[in-house]
């Protein structure tokens, strides 16, 4: 099958001075001189954790660019190589491999302080950043009092709440389109940082006044930031010339997407939502991608369910089986440590994401969760007010009403963890991958079926 070939892996690229990979064109043209590497964008199907990350580390073997272009520092991206553990929060994760130049788009909020933290941790740990990372000079910043904001208003919806990561997400997003945000640009102005940043921090200020919240200390707060400004401003760049000359020249380009299409601020279960447009679209206003750019897009699923913080989730399993997932998926949030709801697989639901991103192949993670369960339900469609359904409801309290409708197939009473390929699962676990196939309608090129690097494999 076609899709097979997404999933080849190029040798690797290396990369020239100053951060630019090189002598890559030669490999990405056939001898027709088409350029055959596809610029792809990597989408969540489900409420985020699908486990990008990983797959994102098996895809950038061969990428030369890679970008972020949405989320901030709520995201948290696991990549597990040997015996390391990466989580990245804002860094894209081609930075682990050594040939990628990471790009953090436009549409990516980046709070300062905790983006330098990041890039010092990960020099700690021996990786070169240096000449491989740039910030979009187009990206809002995220600060402190978005956060307090974040949290005020989380508090104030009581019961109500959507169970934020509490970075200062939504406050800063609201910032942008009410066109007072500050942008990374004036990390490389700081007189001009300063007067736009203690006049907005004085803006959040009132507010956390009039509701008798903690108030930011804004000297304390400024000291921080002009350190840190300093240190980030060789790293800002007008990235869309970046990322097009990128275009121009053949390589091949990786559009990393954060959080998971639900999430989605436009098409999510809003308003339990994140703030940005973290479904495919979101990658060509995020970074700066013109539409005709984009190649493929590869959808990632778990084999099950998870959802972090609150809003419906109708395969929700409320039980010992829940349980189990989350114990035997280390299901915790890898931002903020909170324990993942977990359920069933959502046909009903993840069809409508694969529609949506318009996926062309989909990455199946952590299938060795289900191992040795007698049988696994999927659900295949909805039943609400005695009427069946095969959509999902744009009302997030009709989604919560909803009644999921199961099959049920045979699970398989063995490891598939050191399955290397197809033809070494089991049975009944190629019959289950197949059956989601046929309902989400797209084919799947990867499985994945444990953490490490080795325990994920193409799908022809
Ligand atoms: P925010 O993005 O912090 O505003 O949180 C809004 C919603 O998105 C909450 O339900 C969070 O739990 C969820 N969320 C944000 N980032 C992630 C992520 O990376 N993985 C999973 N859920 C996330």
């Known amino acids: 099958m076609a899709h097979a070939l997404l999933f080849e892996i190029g040798p690797p690229i290396s990369l020239g001075p100053g951060g630019a990979p090189e002598d890559s064109i030669d490999q990405n043209r056939n001898s027709e001189d088409q350029i055959i590497m596809p610029n792809t964008v990597l989408i969540g199907l489900q409420w985020g954790d699908e486990g990008k990350g990983k797959v994102i580390d098996v895809l950038t073997e061969s990428a030369e660019v890679v970008v972020r272009f949405q989320g901030g520092n ?143 200390d804004v000297d304390a707060e400024w000291k921080k930031l002009a350190a840190v400004a300093h240190e980030l401003a060789p790293l800002v760049q007008d990235t869309v010339l970046t990322l097009n000359r990128a275009f121009e020249e053949g390589r091949e380009v990786l559009f990393e997407g954060a959080q998971g299409t639900w999430l989605d601020v436009d098409f999510g279960t809003y308003p339990y939502v994140t703030s940005s447009n973290t479904t495919a679209g979101g990658a060509c206003t995020g970074a700066g991608a013109p539409p005709a750019r984009i190649d493929r897009v590869v959808g990632v699923a778990k084999a099950y369910t998870t959802r972090v913080g609150r809003g419906p989730f109708p395969t929700e399993l409320r039980n010992d089986l829940g349980e189990r997932l989350r114990r035997e998926g280390r299901e915790f949030g890898a931002t903020t440590g909170r324990p993942r709801r977990c359920g069933w697989f959502d046909a009903v639901a993840t069809r409508y994401a694969v529609m949506l991103n318009g996926a062309d192949t989909l990455a199946v993670t952590k299938l060795d969760v289900l191992d040795g369960l007698d049988v696994i339900k999927i659900c295949t469609a909805y039943e609400i007010g005695g009427e069946l359904i095969d959509r999902v409801p744009t009302e997030a309290d009709d989604l919560e009403r909803v009644v999921p409708q199961y099959e049920e197939v045979p699970g398989w009473k063995q490891s598939t963890a050191q399955a290397a390929d197809w033809d070494e699962l089991p049975a009944e676990a190629q019959a289950y991958l197949r059956r989601l196939e046929e309902l989400v309608r797209a084919p799947i090129g990867l499985v994945s079926v444990g953490p490490r690097r080795s325990q994920t494999f193409a799908v022809s």
Do not use: M, W
Request: aromatic share 6%; net charge positive; glycine share 8%.
């Open 74 to 216: 709520n995201a948290g991206h696991t990549v597990e190589v040997g015996e390391e553990r990466f989580v990245l929060h804002l860094v894209p994760s081609g930075i682990i491999r050594e040939q990628a130049l990471c790009i953090i788009g436009n549409g990516v909020v980046v709070n300062p302080l905790a983006l330098f933290d990041e890039i010092r941790e990960l020099r700690r740990r021996g990786l070169n950043v240096d000449g491989r990372l740039q910030i979009s000079s187009r990206c809002q910043l995220v600060f402190q009092y978005h956060c307090l904001l974040d949290g005020l208003l989380e508090q104030k919806l009581a019961e109500n709440k959507i169970g934020t990561t509490k970075r200062g997400i939504g406050p800063a997003y609201a910032d942008k389109v009410n066109r007072v945000g500050i942008r990374a640009a004036d990390l490389c102005r700081l007189d001009r940082l300063e007067v736009r940043f203690r006049r907005q921090a004085s803006f959040y200020n009132r507010i956390l006044r009039d509701a008798a919240a903690p108030e930011l």
